[in-house]
């Protein structure tokens, strides 16, 4: 099959990849000719586990290019991919569908014979009507249908989850358009993928739904957290005792700094907004967003008091910037305003993540960012892990403990042993555990 992937960010550019990769011969088109630059001359715009070497691989067998031509693209694509952002709008949380409304506009001006336009960004109920009504506009004649086919990969394990998801969602009525489909994720049938074939609606609703579930588990969990350590329990054995009981499950059950990133945060709210405009408002999504708010400033707040009421005049190392490991993704990293709160009560800031540093200097300019751990922690008051990448799991605490000014360790994301901690003789505070 011939597909056109419009967007080449973390979805479109993995989706792309990965169509390539099952067999299908792949355009991707992006309208920052610095993306395609780099693509084009043998990089990856992004840090994504394994994909510069799928890329690279895919290129030179001739099934995946990069264009910032959409016609190119789409002229003779039998599917074309709109997989560009969905950001919030500002002022109201909805989300902003211009780049999608306006990728479909141009896709109808250059589309030719039948084609399947599908809809790969998280888009709220009823985009799909109108990215078909703006097209019909445009081409009152064309032969196309709309397909809503969310993704559910996740950053950092992005290859792989594109290529054994828990399951793909396909959102229409037309036989033909599903039959195409069918084509093109055929790799996954033959493993025995279930995909769940629905009307569009309730298809763009399934991707909501999903995330805003996700979002509420890891916020009760949150709670659950500040409750333990009220009451002296431990919330990473309260985890574990609920999450194996089969009608939980044991994922996003991890106490931590609050969620953050490209996703739940603006997928929350739109759905919010889609339900209240709807009149069926998600009380309890609502309550989520709220507490997820107010969970970042207060672990800026366990940090002030674990340095002894104030941070004026200390300098915090920070280990982790990104919103989660294995990304360089920044988007709505809960390291914004933790930091943001420490540098308003007049700390300095020291920081190192192995891959975020780069986008991070535009959002956080006032900070010192670092080349290593060990250089992020030498002389400072505190050391506070925001993101859990796998080389802080295993820093050498002795010499931790020698660099740092005074021994204080801040583990938003529960990676050390409290008591082993404590005997080491560090000063140490985590998430819910006494
Ligand atoms: N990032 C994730 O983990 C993830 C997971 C699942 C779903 N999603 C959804 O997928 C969508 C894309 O997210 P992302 O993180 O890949 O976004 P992104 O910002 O990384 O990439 C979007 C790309 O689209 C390009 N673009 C915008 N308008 C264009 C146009 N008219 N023609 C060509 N290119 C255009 C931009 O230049 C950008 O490179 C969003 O709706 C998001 O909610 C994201």
Not at 85 to 103: C, I, K, Q
Request: net charge negative; aromatic share 6%.
């Amino acid at each position: 099959m011939r597909v056109a992937m419009i967007g080449t960010g973390y979805v479109g550019l993995v989706s792309g990849v990965c169509f390539a990769d099952f067999g299908h011969s792949v355009i991707c088109v992006d309208k920052d000719p610095k993306k395609i630059d780099v693509l084009n001359n043998g990089g990856v715009p992004i840090y994504e586990p394994g994909l510069a070497d799928l890329v690279a691989k895919n290129v030179s067998a001739g099934r995946l290019s990069f264009t910032t031509e959409i016609e190119d693209a789409v002229k003779n694509a039998d599917a074309v991919f709109i997989a560009v952002g969905t950001p919030s709008r500002r002022g109201d949380g909805h989300a902003d569908l211009s780049y999608v409304y306006a990728a479909a506009e141009e896709i109808a001006g250059v589309m030719d014979g039948y084609t399947v336009i599908v809809t790969k960004s998280t888009v709220p109920v009823g985009t799909g009507d109108e990215v078909q009504a703006r097209i019909r506009k445009v081409r009152p004649d064309g032969k196309f249908d709309v397909v809503s086919n969310p993704e559910f990969l996740r950053e950092g394990a992005a290859i792989e989850d594109f290529k054994r998801p828990d399951r793909v969602v396909v959102g229409t009525d037309s036989e033909r358009a599903q039959e195409i489909m069918r084509s093109l994720y055929r790799p996954l049938f033959i493993n025995e993928t279930p995909i769940v074939f629905t009307n569009r609606r309730t298809s763009e609703l399934i991707k909501y739904a999903g995330n805003a579930f996700l979002a509420t588990k890891i916020t009760f969990i949150n709670e659950m957290a500040d409750l333990c350590e009220k009451v002296g329990a431990n919330v990473q054995e309260v985890s574990k005792g609920i999450g194996l009981d089969g009608r939980i499950g044991g994922k996003f059950l991890h106490a931590g700094p609050g969620y953050g990133g490209s996703c739940f945060p603006k997928d929350t709210l739109a759905v919010v907004k889609t339900a209240q405009d709807a009149g069926a408002p998600l009380q309890i999504v609502e309550a989520v967003i709220a507490a997820n708010e107010e969970r970042k400033n207060k672990m800026a707040d366990k940090v002030i008091s674990a340095c002894g009421g104030t941070v004026k005049g200390k300098t915090i190392a920070v280990l982790g910037l990104a919103f989660k490991p294995n990304t360089d993704d920044m988007r709505d990293s809960p390291s914004l305003p933790v930091i943001n709160k420490l540098l308003a009560g007049g700390a300095a800031i020291r920081a190192y993540d192995p891959e975020a540093m780069s986008e991070a200097k535009s959002l956080l300019p006032n900070i010192t960012y670092c080349d290593n751990s060990y250089d992020c922690i030498e002389g400072a008051d505190a050391l506070v892990i925001i993101t859990e990448w796998d080389q802080f799991r295993a820093l050498d605490m002795d010499r931790v403990k020698d660099l740092l000014a005074a021994p204080v360790l801040i583990d938003l994301r529960n990676i050390y042993h409290p008591q082993r901690m404590k005997g080491r003789g560090f000063t140490y505070i985590s998430v819910g555990r006494p």
